[in-house]
């Protein structure tokens, strides 16, 4: 299959069974995007294809075969962290982490498509994505912060 | 056949089905995503996803009970990928969209080398999981007439949790200009079923709230819910009652919005 993957035009063979997110792991080492229910329910999984933001335990390789990937690893800057990976490490989002990729993806969907949402906004922005800490709190609150950022700059 | 896969992909990982192959009809031309009206008619390509549906104005004006049930299935990212046509060939009982497609008269379109079929929603499941479908067939497309006259409709559901979870009882009901009302019942029983009074008892908001009971008891006494893991049949019952009014409160407001 060929994919581009965080703007890197990349190529591998797949079995039929293998999944997007088995292939971003495995195969091209961006372990960032978290294997967890493996059936749509938690979001630990979520990247971006065509922009859309996708749980991608449930996209087989083959089918993004020509698309474009964005995985947690794409939205760093070259400098360091993004501004809302900078807001969950400021405001606490972050505990054991491993629901954080997700969270930080589904943030940013949301973000692209609404710059100011309201905290209702951001509870059903994020309501695809489980912390199994319970930091939900924090994490919403990270996300109106960096929307003031995004505002702001 | 695989289109959005939120459904399929999990029944393959779990091995609850074992097809020898499996075909994407994503990119298959004659089957892309997209909703187009045409002789009163609007029609929604078979690869249309639910965030796309959701978008679309012509749905938001006419089928605004869909788009409430749509907006409530899975998650954000089931809706970027998941379909209304592969919501209805899953055949679950709980199905979100069934409820409202079913009060506002859907078909859907099949297609094989046979031919193309149209199906009446209503005849189209058959059980958990079944449909009409016969080897070789594929939806191709749900079709929906556009409203003749004015109509209130209402989506409710009760679930565990808000998010990514399955209904543990949905409804729809529609009240029309006419008087006629109907409901589409979901998760209490083996398919998504539509029921209607024509008489114009539950349509008129003045009317006699005893007689409205017995007529909305008439209704609700046709769905024979099971118990499960979301809850017992019993509570399913009462539920589906609560809910019912509800629905039917919101529809008859929204039908006197849509008249003034």
């Known amino acids: 299959m060929r994919v581009v993957v965080n703007g890197r035009e990349l190529e591998t063979d797949v079995a039929p069974h293998h999944t997007l997110l088995d292939v971003l792991r495995d195969r091209f080492g961006l372990t960032g995007s978290k294997e967890c229910c493996a059936e749509g329910e938690c979001g630990a999984c979520t990247v971006l294809m065509d922009g859309h933001a996708v749980n991608s335990c449930l996209v087989l390789a083959v089918e993004a075969e020509g698309h474009a990937v964005t995985t947690i690893e794409g939205l760093s800057d070259v400098d360091g962290l993004s501004h809302i990976q900078d807001a969950f490490l400021a405001t606490g989002g972050v505990q054991c982490g491993f629901c954080i990729p997700g969270m930080v993806m589904s943030a940013h969907y949301l973000l692209e498509h609404n710059s100011a949402p309201t905290t209702t906004e951001i509870r059903e922005g994020l309501s695809g994505n489980l912390c199994r800490c319970g930091g939900y709190n924090q994490i919403c609150a990270a996300v109106a912060s960096a929307a003031q950022t995004r505002l702001t700059r | ?260």
């Open chain 2, 1 to 260: 056949m695989l289109c959005g896969g939120t459904d399929l992909i999990v029944a393959l990982r779990k091995g609850k089905i074992t097809p020898s192959m499996v075909v994407d009809i994503k990119r298959v031309p004659e089957l892309a995503a997209g909703l187009g009206e045409k002789g009163g008619e609007l029609r929604i390509g078979a690869t249309t996803v639910l965030t796309h549906l959701i978008a679309d104005e012509r749905v938001r004006s006419w089928f605004p009970a869909l788009v409430e049930a749509a907006q409530v299935v899975g998650s954000i990212q089931i809706r970027n990928r998941a379909t209304l046509a592969g919501n209805l060939v899953n055949a679950s009982p709980a199905a979100d969209t069934a409820p409202p497609l079913l009060v506002y008269g859907a078909s859907v379109e099949v297609v094989s080398s046979r031919g193309t079929r149209t199906v009446a929603l209503t005849d189209f499941f058959t059980g958990p999981g079944g449909t009409v479908l016969e080897a070789g067939e594929l939806v191709s497309a749900v079709l929906l007439p556009v409203p003749a006259e004015a109509v209130g409709a209402a989506f409710g559901r009760m679930t565990r949790r808000r998010g990514v979870d399955l209904a543990t009882v949905n409804l729809c009901c529609s009240v029309s200009a006419s008087g006629v009302t109907r409901f589409a019942f979901g998760a209490v029983g083996p398919r998504p079923f539509l029921v209607t009074d024509e008489t114009g008892t539950l349509a008129d908001p003045l009317g006699d709230p005893g007689q409205q009971e017995e007529a909305l008891a008439a209704l609700t006494s046709q769905a024979a819910p099971i118990s499960n893991v979301r809850a017992s049949r019993e509570y399913r019952q009462q539920m589906l009652t609560v809910l019912a009014r509800r629905a039917l409160d919101t529809a008859r407001q929204r039908l006197q919005e849509r008249l003034v």
